[in-house]
C-alpha cells in the first residue's frame, strides 16, 4: 500500500510539473534556471517512482507464489487424510486439475490481480480527486461518460464468472480422459479401439475450445469498450478545454496536466477489466478449491480417541459386524476372534465380502453394526496413524510407483537400509528376479509397475507389507498370480514370519489356506464354515468342494 501510494502520488504530481513548465513558457515567466530545476524535479521524481514501482509489483507477486506454495501443500495434505467414499466418488483427472490449473488461476488472482486491483483502485481515487480540484466541470463530464461504462461492465463480468465456472469442469472432464485413457493404454492397444478413444477425445477437446471461446468473446468485449469509452471522453475534453482554452478562459498548461491525468488513468481503466476477469477466474477456482477442503473425511481422529496408545499386539475381536454400502449388506453380522500371534484364513466366492472385512480391521471404512477391537480397544479410538503404524497391508492388485524396487519395497519405512530390503525381498521370493534386472533393486519401474509381471508385482507388494515388521499382517489374495512352484516357494519362507505376528490371509487357494491356524468361510457376507484345514475338508460345502476342484486341475495339469 505504501509503495502504491507513493508510486501513484509522484505520477500525479509529475503532471502539475509539466503545467508549470507550459504555462511558464507560453506566459515568458520561467527563467532557464527556474526550467533546468524543474526538468531535474521532473526527472528525479521518475527515478523515485521508478524504484518504488518495481517494490509494487515484487510484493505481491512474491506473495502470490508463497500462498500458492502453502496452499498446494494444505491441499495435498488434505487429500492424503481423504478416506475411500472421497476416492471412489470424486475422478483423479478433476483433483488433479484442482491441484494445477485452479491453483495457478488463484495464484495469478493473488498476485496479478492483487497488485494491479490496488494499482488500478488508488489510481481512480487519487486522480479522480486531482482532477476534480483542478477543474471540477471536466472532471464532472468524465465522471458522467464513466457510469454506463461502469454498468456494462459488471453485466458482463457476471455473465463471465457463470461460464469460466463452465470451462474449469471441461478442463477436469479433459484430465480425466486423458488419465483414464493413459493408466488403461494397454487396455485400448489390445482392442484396438486408439481411433475411437481419438474421437472421444476431440469431441470432449472442442467442447472444451467452444467454452473457452465463450469465455473470451465475454472477456474481451470489455477491452475494446472502455478504450472506445476512453477515446470519446478524451474528444470531449479537448472539444470543451479547447474552447474554453481559444477564449481565454483556461490556460494551456490547465489542459496539457488534465489530459495527462486523463492518459494516467487510461492503463488501469483499460486493465481494470483484465484485473476484474482475472479476480472471477480467480473466484470461480478457489471456490473448487475450497469444495475439497471443506470436505471432512469420515475415517478420522475424533475426541474417543485415546492419544496415550502407542503399542498394538495384534489380538483382533470383531462383534456382530455388519456393513451396508448405499442401500445393500455387504457383512452380516460377522464374529470372530484372532488371538495375537494367530493366522486366520478367509476364504470365499468372488464378491463375497473377504476384501471388505481386511478393510474394516485396517479402518479403511467403518462398520454400519458391530464393532472391532485391537488389544481390548475399540479400533475408533486408537489413533489412526498409530494403527496403520501396526499393519502391513499387500493388496491382491498392489499400487506400485514409478520409482526404484528399492524404493517400492522400503514405501512403508521411514528409514529402510540395504540389509531390510534384501530380506523382504527373500521373504517374497523376489531375489532371484532382481538378480535379472539391470540395476538390481535400483532399476526403475514404470509407472504401476507396468514393467514386472503380474506374479513379482504381487510378491513387491508381500515384500513391502513384511518390511514394516508389523503386528498384523494382511494379505490379500497376494498369490493369485503365481504359479504352484513359486507358491510353495513363498509360502515356505512366509511360514516364520506370520507365525510372529498376527495374519489375515485370504486367498482362494486351498494350498496356501493350509498353513492357517483357523480358516473361515464366507458367503453372501455370511460366514458359513469355520476350523482348520483337515476339519474344512471333511465338511460339505464350499470348501471341501474348492478343494476337490483344485486336485482335479492339479491332476489335469499333471496329465498334461
Known sequence: MLCTIFTVGISLYLPFVIRQVIDGLTEGTITQSDLTLQLLLYAGLSVVTLYFSRHLRKIPLKLSHKVEYALRKDLFDHFTRMDQEFFRKERTGDLITRMSSDMTLVRDSIGQGFLQGIRTTVVILFASIVMLVTDTSLALLVMLLYLPMTFVFFLVLKVLRHRQKLVQEQVSEVSSFCQESFAGIRCIKGFAIEQRRIGMFESINKNLIRLNMRVQVARQSLWPFMAFWFCLSFAMILNLGGREVINGERSIGTLVQFTQYLLYMQWPLLAFSWVTSLLQRGKVSWHRIKEILEQEPAIRDSDQTDHSLSGLHGEIVLENLSLDIGERRFLHQINLRIASGKTMGITGPTGSGKTLLASL???????????????????????????????????????????????????????????????????????????????????????????????????????????????ILILDDVLSAVDTQTEAAIMAKLQPVMKKRTTLFISHRVSTLRYADEIVVIEDGRITQRGSHDELIAQPGYYSELNTMQQIEKELEADS
Open 361 to 471: 480391521v485396517a479402518r479403511l471404512m467403518d462398520p454400519t453394526e458391530g464393532r472391532i477391537c485391537i488389544d481390548g480397544h475399540d479400533i475408533k479410538v486408537i489413533p489412526l496413524d498409530v494403527l496403520r503404524n501396526h499393519i502391513g497391508f499387500a493388496a491382491q492388485e498392489p499400487i506400485l510407483f514409478s520409482r526404484t524396487l528399492e524404493h517400492n519395497i522400503g514405501f512403508g519405512v521411514v528409514d529402510p537400509d540395504e540389509r531390510l530390503i534384501d530380506w523382504a525381498a527373500d521373504i517374497a521370493h523376489l531375489k532371484k528376479d532382481v538378480e535379472t534386472f539391470p540395476d538390481r533393486f535400483e532399476t526403475v519401474i514404470g509407472e504401476r509397475g507396468v514393467t514386472l509381471s503380474g506374479g513379482q508385482r504381487q510378491r513387491t507388494s508381500i515384500s513391502r507389507a513384511v518390511a514394516r515388521h508389523p503386528e
